[in-house]
Each structure stands twice: as structure tokens, then as C-alpha cells.
């Protein structure tokens, strides 16, 4: 069976030389880092159906060294006991003083779905760099470290009334009833966009 690399492997196996992977699924923007390290082969996977994607979302340059699976879509999730999520229809809507310390985030410093989040707020027309200073100084969002459940969790909870990096599979495995309404804000979402490559020199 292929062994797939792992995000936390990753460096690791390319910078000792000892590549134990056949195939890696991540982020476009680590296809980017392995593609720097000479890490990947050019290769198609035999699957018809990758020429009727919209690659519209996705990072294609250079060209065939990895091929996309899948977009990890992003807004906004809120427990509907502690805010009522018509009160949230713009990301706007966030940036008020009342929500002061009931706000979380994933932490954008590191790659993954916060800094994604925040890198599609940042360059989408009407919000910007100034949306995301006005986030921070009015309502002080607070980072959480983690996987993207840890959003979802602290907002079930009440721990937080909005989390940024909502997504639609939050609902999977959901208790009925649990307290979370996903809001796709009128700015739209932010989008993450995955593929799959081959590792270069893959035993298998």
C-alpha cells in the first residue's frame, strides 16, 4: 500500500534525505514549499475526471507536478444562544464592540485554514488589510491553536459566540440540537484549496 507524507513529516524526510512516502495531500501552498525542494515528480493521475474541474481555485503553476482534489470552503459559525445569526450577515456585522473577547480565530500566523481565511479576507474588495486592523483592535479576536474542529468545539460550548473558519462539515457528528449556525457572509467565502502529488522517488 503508498504511504502518504504527512504535513508534520514532511521537511523532515525531504531534509534527511530519507523519503519513506509515495503521495502527499495538502494545501496548495505546501505543494509550492515541496515543489521548491525538488520533492515532487510530474505526474497525472489516471483520473478522467481532473480535466472537468474548475482549477479556477487553485494554484496551477507550474504545471503537473500535482493535481487538485478538493476546496475546504470558509465563513463564519456562531451559537445561535448567544447571538442570533441574522445579526451577522457581513463580516462587517463582527467588528462590533459588543463582541469584544466572544470572537476566535484559528491562528493565521501558521500555514493552515486561519491563515488561509485571513489571506482571502485580505484580498477581497471591501474588507482588505483595513477589515482585518479594525477586527483586531475592536473586538480582539482570540487564537485558538489547533485543528479547525477547535473553532467549532469552543463555539458549541459558548466559549465563543463567532468563530472565524466556519465550515459546512462542522455539522458531521454533530449532536441534534447543538447549539451552531454556519453564516456565509455577503463578502462570500474564502477558499482552501487542496491537491494530490506524486513524491519524487516514491518506492511505490
Do not use: C
Request: glycine content about 10%.
Amino acid at each position: 500500500a503508498s504511504k502518504a507524507l504527512r504535513l508534520s513529516n514532511r521537511d523532515t524526510e525531504i531534509s534527511v534525505g530519507r523519503v519513506v512516502a509515495d503521495i502527499f495531500e495538502g494545501n496548495d501552498q505546501y505543494m509550492l514549499e515541496l515543489h521548491r525542494l525538488d520533492a515532487l515528480a510530474k505526474w497525472k493521475p489516471p483520473a478522467p475526471e481532473l480535466d472537468r474541474i474548475n482549477k479556477e481555485s487553485f494554484v496551477v503553476e507550474p504545471a503537473g507536478f500535482w493535481w487538485p482534489t478538493h476546496v475546504s470552503a470558509q465563513g463564519l459559525v456562531v451559537n445561535p444562544n448567544l447571538v442570533d445569526p441574522k445579526e451577522i450577515s457581513s463580516y462587517w456585522d463582527v467588528i462590533n464592540p459588543k463582541f469584544k473577547g466572544k470572537v476566535a480565530i484559528r491562528d493565521p500566523r501558521s500555514s493552515g485554514g486561519g491563515a488561509w481565511h485571513m489571506l482571502g479576507i485580505q484580498n477581497t474588495q471591501g474588507l482588505g488589510p483595513d477589515y482585518i486592523v479594525k477586527l483586531k483592535g475592536t473586538v480582539e479576536p482570540f487564537i485558538l491553536s489547533g485543528g479547525s474542529n477547535v473553532i467549532r468545539d469552543a463555539v458549541v460550548r459558548g466559549q465563543f459566540a463567532i468563530g472565524f473558519s466556519g465550515r459546512g462539515d462542522f455539522f458531521e457528528n454533530l449532536p441534534k440540537g447543538a447549539p451552531l449556525a454556519w453564516v456565509v457572509p455577503k463578502e462570500g467565502l474564502a477558499w482552501t484549496p487542496s491537491s494530490i502529488a506524486l513524491i519524487n522517488g516514491a518506492a511505490n
